[in-house]
């Protein structure tokens, strides 16, 4: 699209656009037309009908592009940008490594530009709503909350309401009337919708539990929880009540609509039936669960017991293309391989947990997540002229395994342009990254970060020279977790 259409894009007024199609959820359907007025959807129809309707609006036409809902990540961690890579190769529960001492480190600029880049990479990858689980920063939750709001993304923002383990505050009154305040903060934002986190079970008193679940129900926000997602947390659990996370949950009443748990990768046959029983909402993190889980989740099986669920980044790569990609290939491979089911939710299955079911998970449902008259104005503007889109059989399936995200031309955020072909269209998105860069280095030099495994360069020296000690008969080991060190040049290391 030229920079004539750009600028019609950017106008305030109202908008009629006529693509090529526009995805809704009973299909794609052409020769559609959505109107575009005061951050939301006015009205979606034929295009014939709305030119009737609306004579005064001239009619932008987009041609070879598809109008879709924007991507809904369901679970992220914004202020953990700057160590992304330092997860790779990792083993299980690396928050108690990695996440906690890099956050440790942040200051409040930091945590600001952090939070911003995370947001910039979303907004590139399709995603017009990220849920924030909260951050372990020691800066007030409003820096996350600006740093959304100014990068022009939708946010459901978590206020963490652990009261008991390291770094908890140990006065449950104090955690509530914290909770209380930020539920109010942003009742009336266009772009802030606030949200309770407790990190997992262990790290609340039951009294607690009870406490902020019910405040997120009458706020009709969302408590969201790290539950069942590694085995040493199954362990503890077992060890520690005799139940596992999601059973101890439910024994103390704290499962319903109003809970948002986070990966769930190890479930039993009767913990799916308490999430369906409850109406309680999961977020499926398949990236995650490639690269430092213990299992995937078994969202087909979620989805046909008709348990809420979206579909979650981790905090991995903000790309809703590639994540329901993840989300289709993890079950594939994980369940579909032996079962024989060469489908596994087919396209449309995944492409409506990343948007709509998404939504409806982490508590917006009412909001955004889809394109219909009413709705916030999030969606995408996707170039279905390229080569992977453009011999169109089955649309959906093809989004699902041949989307990228370099085929969104243009990212709206409650009816605002806010981004075109990949950049920001109101504020500097390279001048970020490259403060990002500098930031970084700092933050992740001065944090205590703890790994497992080298980097992969250093790896790689060390694999190249196993064969020819062997070959000479000397000995060589690995270097142990505690000396593992963080390089903070870019050409020496990847963790980066």
């Not at 106008?11 to 199609?21: E, N, Q």
């Not at 953990?80 to 529960?93: I, K, M, N």
């Not at 769930?264 to 029983?277: F, G, I, N, Q, Y």
Request: net charge negative.
């Amino acid at each position: 699209m030229n920079q004539h259409i750009r600028e019609r894009l950017r106008s305030r007024g109202p908008l009629l656009l006529v693509p090529d199609a526009v995805l809704l959820p009973e299909g794609v359907m052409e020769l559609y037309a959505v109107v575009v007025s005061a951050g939301s959807f006015e009205a979606v129809g034929p295009t014939e009908e709305l030119e009737r309707a609306y004579p005064r609006l001239q009619a932008l036409r987009l041609p070879g592009h598809l109008l879709m809902p924007g991507f809904v990540d369901s679970h992220h961690h914004l202020t953990q940008s700057f160590g992304a890579a330092l997860a790779f190769g990792e083993p299980s529960e690396i928050f108690r490594r990695v996440w906690v001492p890099l956050e440790g480190a942040l200051d409040e600029e930091s945590a600001y530009v952090a939070a911003k880049l995370a947001a910039l990479e979303s907004l590139r990858g399709g995603c017009t709503t990220v849920t924030d689980a909260g951050t372990r920063a020691a800066v007030d939750t409003d820096v996350v909350a600006c740093a959304a709001r100014d990068a022009g993304i939708r946010c459901v923002l978590g206020l963490i309401c652990d009261d008991t383990g390291p770094g908890a505050d140990a006065d449950p009154s104090v955690v509530l009337r914290r909770a209380e305040r930020h539920l109010a903060t942003y009742t009336d934002d266009p772009l802030i919708h606030p949200s309770l986190a407790i990190s997992i079970p262990e790290a609340a008193t039951p009294a607690t539990l009870s406490a902020t679940g019910r405040l997120a129900a009458e706020a009709r926000a969302v408590l969201q929880m790290h539950v069942n997602e590694h085995l040493a947390a199954v362990e503890r659990s077992l060890l520690r009540h005799g139940a596992r996370p999601l059973e101890y949950l439910a024994g103390i009443d704290a499962l319903g609509p109003h809970l948002l748990a986070a990966h769930t990768t190890l479930l039993t046959p009767r913990e799916v039936s308490l999430l369906a029983d409850t109406g309680t909402a999961v977020s499926y993190n398949p990236v995650a669960s490639a690269w430092k889980g213990n299992a995937v989740a078994p969202a087909t099986t979620l989805a046909e017991r008709g348990v809420r669920f979206g579909i979650g980044s981790d905090g991995t790569r903000g790309d809703g293309f590639r994540l329901v990609e993840a989300a289709e290939f993890a079950q594939r491979l994980a369940y579909g391989l032996t079962t024989g089911d060469s489908s596994c939710g087919a396209g449309w299955t995944w492409l409506e947990h990343a948007t709509a079911g998404g939504a409806d998970a982490v508590g917006v449902g009412g909001h955004t997540g889809g394109i219909a008259a009413g709705m916030a104005a999030d969606f995408l503007l996707v170039d279905i002229s390229t080569p992977e889109l453009a011999l169109s059989w089955d649309l959906p399936w093809e989004l699902v395994r041949r989307g990228n995200r370099d085929q969104i031309s243009a990212v709206f955020v409650a009816g605002r342009l806010r981004l075109w072909h990949g950049q920001p269209t109101d504020w500097d998105g390279p001048g970020l990254v490259r403060r990002a860069t500098a930031l970084a280095r700092t933050a992740v030099a001065r944090a205590p970060v703890t790994r497992a495994h080298p980097t992969s360069t250093t790896a790689r020296r060390t694999a190249v020279q196993e064969p020819a000690a062997h070959r000479s008969g000397a000995r060589t080991s690995p270097a142990p977790a505690s000396t593992v060190r963080i390089s903070t040049a870019r050409n020496r290391s990847t963790a980066q």
